[in-house]
T-cell receptor, first 110, second 116 residues
């Protein structure tokens, strides 16, 4: 069964203080690893898809990287509007469902 | 371009009542998924459709839950004889996929259910 573990569960950052979120996964053949952002009371908003080890993707202050066992979401010089829960999910070979972690809750303090 | 829409956004019901939720996917998306999310947890897969065919159901989906996607467009999720443990956010997602090609699932705003 595909499994995802995210750490830390919660993180408080000062505005401008860069940090990284970790997503460790076990899957029987990776079709894709996905990062979503979720604001309170809303549905997950798609950020990135990574397909193979070594791949990197960037969007504004966010950068996602992938190895064979884990993915990192780097937040560079965060702003208060980056406060959210970041969800990591994997899709394994032969599966169409996504398996999610519990999320990294990030609060950026002005 | 409209995204995935869900209706209602909030539902309060009494234990034992039936409820039905609707999801309208992004147009031309052939796959539609239902997930459930409780507080502090990530979404959990419930079921998915490719066009009008329901291809997979999670063991989380008890016989009180039923989903349909008539004509391969919108979908409904019905919960019969609701229980307090059914209280959660019900999320719908859609994607455009063919064969084993890579796909991205886009989520709707969710329906928050509270069972009293």
């Amino acid at each position: 069964e595909d499994q995802v573990t995210q750490s830390p569960e919660a993180l408080r950052l000062q505005e401008g203080e860069s940090s990284s979120l970790n997503c460790s996964y076990t899957v029987s053949g990776l079709r894709g690893l996905f990062w979503y952002r979720q604001d309170p009371g809303k549905g997950p908003e798609f950020l990135f898809t990574l397909y193979s080890a070594g791949e990197e993707k960037e969007k504004e202050r966010l950068k996602a990287t992938l190895t064979k066992k884990e993915s990192f979401l780097h937040i560079t010089a965060p702003k208060p509007e980056d406060s959210a829960t970041y969800l990591c999910a994997v899709q394994g070979n032969g599966n169409n469902r996504l398996a999610f972690g519990k999320g990294n809750q990030v609060v950026v303090i002005p | 371009d409209t995204g995935v829409s869900q209706d209602p956004r909030h539902k309060i019901t009494k234990r034992g009542q039936n409820v039905t939720f609707r999801c309208d996917p992004i147009s031309e998306h052939n796959r539609l998924y239902w997930y459930r999310q409780t507080l502090g947890q990530g979404p959990e897969f419930l079921t998915y459709f490719q066009n009008e065919a329901q291809l997979e159901k999670s063991r989380l989906l008890s016989d009180r839950f039923s989903a349909e996607r008539p004509k391969g467009s919108f979908s409904t999720l019905e919960i019969q004889r609701t229980e307090q443990g059914d209280s959660a956010m019900y999320l719908c997602a859609s994607s455009r996929a063919a064969g084993t090609l890579q796909e991205t699932q886009y989520f709707g705003p969710g329906t928050r259910l509270l069972v009293l």
